[in-house]
């Protein structure tokens, strides 16, 4: 298994609130990504990263920042935590090769439960 | 855009019967194609992938899948069902932007449920 680690593994918080999930990855992969599992939608990518401080939207970015100072570490934050954004959160790795072979190797997920 | 359709929700097999999984893709371009399954409460793990090459290409754990251009399909096969295989999967069409990381377009999954 690629080494992935997402903290927490669960959380749950309230609306109006932020909230930062973390990604760590061991690989040295160049490419890191953010995507959201919704019964009905699969996974839907939220924000990616091609490198340290540079990143990119996703087709649901709205809502949601990211950040990554080192190569390992990649945050998702929630400025403003809403109902809506109740969602498994995957955090996803590649190398980097910058072309569609690029595989991706997913982390456990983190469960994130909005009141 | 790319787009993909798992047209099957839920299927149920019983064990030691085959299995075939749809999945049809929408890409205006060569497409780069990949099947992950997920267990319960984990994350995905890649089944297979195609690129180019050999439309039939064949994962480590008995599956199989066919690309097959004429038809935008790419479905999942094997020819005798474990217990062990139910699961939920996921197939997915990778594009490319020059420069950027490449990006999967997933379908909406479809979930397989082995009868003993």
């Known amino acids: 298994d690629a080494g992935i680690t997402q903290s927490p593994r669960h959380k749950v918080t309230e609306t109006g609130t932020p909230v930062t999930l973390r990604c760590h990855q061991t690989?040295?992969?160049?490419?890191m990504y953010w995507y959201r599992q919704d019964p009905g939608h699969g996974l839907r990518l939220i924000h990616y990263s091609y490198g340290v401080k540079d990143t990119d939207k996703g087709e649901v970015s709205d809502g949601y920042s990211v950040s990554r100072s080192k190569t390992e570490d990649f945050l998702l934050t929630l400025e403003s935590a809403t109902s809506s954004q109740t969602s498994v959160y995957f955090c996803a790795i590649s190398e980097g090769r910058g072309t569609g072979t690029d595989t991706q190797y997913f982390g456990p997920g983190t469960r994130l439960t909005v009141l | 855009a790319q787009s993909v359709t798992q047209p099957d929700i839920h299927i149920t097999v019983s064990e030691g019967a085959s299995l075939e999984l749809r999945c049809n893709y929408s890409y205006g371009a060569t497409p780069y194609l990949f099947w992950y399954v997920q267990s319960p409460g984990q994350g995905l793990q890649l089944l297979l992938k195609?690129?180019?090459?050999?439309?039939l290409v064949q994962g480590n754990t008995g599956f199989e899948a066919e690309f097959k251009r004429s038809q935008s399909s790419f479905n999942l096969r094997k020819p005798s069902v474990h217990w062990s295989d139910a699961a939920e999967y996921f197939c997915a069409v990778g594009a490319s932007n020059t420069g950027t990381a490449s990006k999967l377009t997933f379908g909406t999954g479809t979930r397989l449920q082995v009868t003993l």
């Open positions: 195609y690129f180019s090459g050999d439309t």
């Open positions: 690989e040295n992969h160049r490419y």
